[in-house]
């Protein structure tokens, strides 16, 4: 419980720092690899397509940002949304 709230603000500080320096793509990495920690996916890819419009060959934000999806998109499958009982949802 403790270690959360220290996540939660560390987020806070980078935040702040990130307000004055906003092309410092390090603080944005640290920010959301604690944003991914604490299970706020939305925020992390926020971060990392950030990063991305500051440096758009940026691989390891590609990367991240790509597994993030998947695990959004997949957490997101309602497996009972789709009448075809044939068809196995997390197939695609």
Do not use: H
Request: proline share 3%.
């Amino acid at each position: 419980m403790n270690e959360g709230r220290g996540v939660e603000s560390r987020i806070k500080e980078l935040s702040d720092m990130i307000s004055v320096d906003v092309q410092n793509t390090d603080l944005l990495y640290e920010r959301a690899g604690l944003y991914t920690k604490i299970q706020v996916l939305g925020k992390a890819i926020n971060d990392y397509l950030t990063i991305l419009g500051i440096n758009p060959d940026d691989k390891q934000a590609k990367v991240k940002l790509e597994m993030l999806k998947t695990i959004t998109r997949f957490s997101n499958t309602d497996i009972y949304a789709n009448p075809n009982t044939n068809m196995d949802p997390w197939l695609e």
